[in-house]
């Protein structure tokens, strides 16, 4: 089936399609202009291109697996808008991480549970490259709810200016699993954790994220674990400053027992970590400095918290009344295990990727016999987002050519990943079979890690 845009150009094959799937592209101007309509109509391995604009819509994903859901050129022109007046995106229907969701701007939902996103029942989608942002929850999660054994995989997002009424303004989990990782989350708020919070048997995973300037009113400015029940969680590699909450500015752990290493724990109001109700985390090779209150408060009695080998801002060690009288680095509480501990810093400030830049041009173009597509992976971005995103596969790069109604006739799998060296393959506009193919619009789609760019080529014979 071909969908055209306004211009008549039919753009069915700019990402991701295996071959001989169907890409529906959607834009504001033309018949095809819903979200919703396409995903409805997609079968599994199907793509919805998605070109810019404001999209009104409240989404309910359909019982289908691996529908890459793709904006054309990013969040900064595509918005999913939920109008404040209910939930952007529902999955319920227990999709898995073959479902993707890439490059919006997810914006304005409100709903009791999840008002950006809501993965419930199972479902674990991957969430990357996106902007959930202004979103508000009257319960939990503001921003993105996870729940009911989801394990979602939520990467190299920028999740910000949520808010929800009771639990966790930016990324709320609840008996569920998700993989967090490489997001900017910023400037949620809550009454309890304004960026990250895990409660009901969840095990997160969040790793090489930077939680700046959440807030809350009573505990976990940045990070709540184990409201209400047990949680554990995997907490490595982030940075996490500058947020506030009453309790635990950084991190508040209640019942809860994860492990904390090598993150940047600093300048947190109410406190770098806060411990209570049981909670036994593992606190090692941290740099734990600048805290306004306790760098590791422990609230309860009896209990012995293991927080050694951390840096504390000073040669000294942290202050201790009696333990350590001389530590001028951050302070803490009776039953916080501090000895040994680190005498410079321990953890290299969290600095961002690189941007990774593709370039892709062929020529001649447009082209009678052959073209030479000659592309480029600008690398030093791409070698730390595999590193990052060790836990899930990174596809190599590869080089795929669509023809104007979305079907996928030649691909080339010619990796490059060396900085800056550029590679070169020569097409003849021949299809996988040896035919020449008819004169017309082709294009070939250069896709890296998550980033992918997109020629058009005219054949004319």
Request: glycine share 12%.
């Amino acid at each position: 089936m071909k969908h055209k845009n306004i211009i008549g150009t039919v753009i069915a094959v700019l990402l991701f399609s295996t071959a001989y799937a169907t890409v529906w592209y959607v834009h504001p101007d033309s018949a095809m202009n819903c979200i919703q309509d396409c995903l409805d109509s997609c079968a599994t391995g199907d793509t919805v291109l998605v070109g810019p604009g404001i999209y009104s819509e409240h989404i309910v994903w359909p019982n289908t697996q691996g529908i890459d859901l793709v904006s054309q050129y990013g969040i900064d022109t595509t918005f999913i808008d939920g109008g404040g007046t209910g939930r952007v995106i529902l999955i319920d229907t227990g999709v898995d991480s073959t479902t993707i969701i890439n490059g919006f701007t997810i914006q304005n939902g409100y709903a009791d549970f999840g008002a950006g996103i809501h993965c419930v029942d199972g479902s674990s989608p991957t969430i990357t490259h996106d902007s959930i942002t202004g979103n508000s929850a009257i319960v939990h999660g503001g921003g993105i709810r996870c729940t009911n054994n989801s394990s979602p995989i939520i990467a190299n997002n920028t999740i910000c200016l949520n808010h929800a009424g009771t639990w966790s303004g930016g990324i709320a989990c609840n008996a569920s699993a998700p993989f967090i990782t490489g997001n900017t989350i910023t400037q949620n708020t809550a009454t309890d954790c304004g960026g990250i919070g895990a409660a009901f048997e969840s095990s997160p995973t969040i790793t090489d994220n930077i939680i700046t300037d959440n807030s809350a009113l009573n505990i976990g400015g940045g990070i709540a674990l184990g409201y209400d029940s047990v949680a554990s969680a995997t907490i490595t590699g982030n940075t996490i400053r500058n947020n506030t909450a009453s309790g635990g500015g950084g991190i508040s752990c209640i019942e809860s027992s994860p492990t904390i290493q090598s993150c940047c724990i600093d300048s947190n109001s109410g406190g770098g970590v806060y411990c209570y109700a049981g909670a036994e985390p593992v606190i090692n090779y941290n740099n734990i400095v600048g805290n306004i209150g306790y760098g590791v408060r422990n609230g309860v009695s009896g209990g012995t918290v293991n927080a050694e080998y951390n840096w504390w801002g000073d040669p000294s060690g942290p202050y201790h009344p009696t333990a350590n009288p001389g530590g001028l680095g951050d302070s803490v509480t009776d039953y916080v295990d501090f000895d040994p501990w680190l005498t410079n810093p321990g953890v290299e400030e969290y600095e961002e990727a690189a941007a990774i830049v593709l370039n892709l041009e062929a020529t001649p173009n447009p082209f009678h016999h052959y073209t030479t597509i000659r592309y480029t992976i600008h690398d030093p971005g791409y070698m730390q987002q595999k590193l990052r995103n060790s836990n899930f596969e990174m596809r190599k790069p590869t080089l795929k050519i669509y023809d104007a109604a979305g079907r996928l006739v030649r691909s080339f799998h010619h990796e490059s990943c060396i900085m800056d060296r550029e590679s070169v393959i020569q097409w003849d506009g021949r299809d996988y079979q040896n035919r020449r193919l008819p004169c017309g619009i082709y294009f070939v789609n250069f896709r890296a890690g998550d980033c992918s760019t997109t020629e058009k080529l005219l054949l004319i014979r």
